[in-house]
């Protein structure tokens, strides 16, 4: 009957890379007590967005061995290290980014660090946005500083399960760096080199708005896994997103898909759906899979300027529901580029 099960479980796939879980090295165990089969899956991310259709295929698939009456399924998750990791310990670097300024690019970066860290992810968060820091006060450590190890690295702050890294905590507040090229190169080699990061599976990198000095030292220091692309839907945000997206593929870095923030409001009182800025002008961007429209919402900039994610504060709100999937989409995309690489048959674990 064991032989039938691991039979069986060969005829479920995973659902994005159409690959069955056996060759993919996803089942862990598969054993018969009497009639009921205990299986463990060990998804490739802990925020894999299609947990439920995996584990629903996998009950269809057992259930119909004979002689099993029952399926208990349980999950674990390993998130796969590419063939290049991007820096000792760390697995993945995600880069976020804009074109232009006010699209709530850091928002979503603080919320999709967030997010993948309560599901359970090893996250870490660098604010390397030099020049106009706002991950720190929007963790809630805007008075905190960053102190040195027994190694002499930089040891990234802790908040909401995630260790980050921000300007804001090197400088005295309110203070303006005004600084040349080499010298922001230099802070941003500080930042990924000298800093105790520990084991990440995901560095969330919050960029600059643009196409500056610090994205090219980024995409030439470090292996990136990929790019998000964060816009509002009007032309005159697309306009400079469309300049990000060129710029991030003269630099052969993925772009992993497009986040349309401020993409709808919903009036508190009548329920009425407004689109302020337009709505959908996204997909005009090259084809780029839309990760999630995130709606126009105060509880989520309240949230903000209190120094607690939304995704934590208020997680049932319309805003946060749509950051959550997003970082949910996003943590799948990584898994499928990851192991898209992978020989056609793996080990079982």
Not at 193 to 201: E, H, V
Not at 204 to 224: E, R
């Amino acid at each position: 009957m064991r032989d039938a099960l691991w039979t069986a479980l060969k005829t479920v796939n995973d659902p994005e890379l159409h690959r069955d879980l056996v060759s993919l090295g996803m089942i862990e165990r598969a054993e018969v007590e009497g009639d009921v089969a205990h299986v463990k899956v060990n998804l490739t991310t802990p925020a894999c967005p299609l947990k439920g259709q995996i584990e629903g295929d996998v009950r269809a698939a057992v259930l119909a061995v004979p002689g099993i009456r029952d399926v208990a399924v349980t999950f674990g998750a390993i998130v796969r290290q590419p063939a290049q990791p991007a820096l000792p310990g760390v697995k993945h670097v995600i880069l976020v980014g804009s074109g232009k300024g006010g699209v709530g690019k850091s928002s979503v970066a603080v919320n999709l660090a967030a997010s993948l860290a309560r599901d359970g992810a090893r996250v870490g968060l660098l604010d390397a946005d030099v020049y106009g820091p706002s991950v720190a006060h929007m963790m809630g450590q805007g008075g905190a500083r960053v102190t040195a190890n027994a190694e002499r690295k930089m040891q990234p702050i802790e908040a909401h399960g995630v260790r980050f890294l921000s300007m804001a905590n090197l400088s005295p507040a309110g203070q303006a760096l005004v600084w040349r090229g080499p010298m922001l190169h230099s802070a941003i080699q500080q930042f990924l080199k000298d800093a105790a990061w520990g084991d990440l599976d995901y560095l969330i990198v919050d960029l600059p708005p643009g196409t500056g000095d610090v994205q090219l030292s980024l995409t030439q220091t470090i292996h990136v896994t990929g790019a998000v692309l964060v816009t509002t839907p009007q032309d005159v945000a697309l306009i400079d997103a469309a300049r990000a997206l060129d710029m991030f593929r003269k630099a052969s870095v993925p772009v992993l898909g497009v986040v349309e923030n401020m993409s709808y409001f919903v009036a508190p009182d009548t329920g009425l759906t407004y689109d302020l800025f337009g709505r959908g002008g996204s997909r005009k961007l090259g084809g780029l899979p839309l990760l999630g429209e995130v709606p126009l919402d105060v509880v989520t900039r309240q949230d903000a300027d209190a120094g607690t994610p939304a995704v934590l504060a208020h997680p049932e709100s319309p805003a946060a529901q749509a950051l959550t999937q997003i970082a949910r989409n996003l943590a799948g995309r990584v898994s499928v580029q990851s192991l898209a690489q992978l020989p056609e048959q793996l080990p079982v674990v």
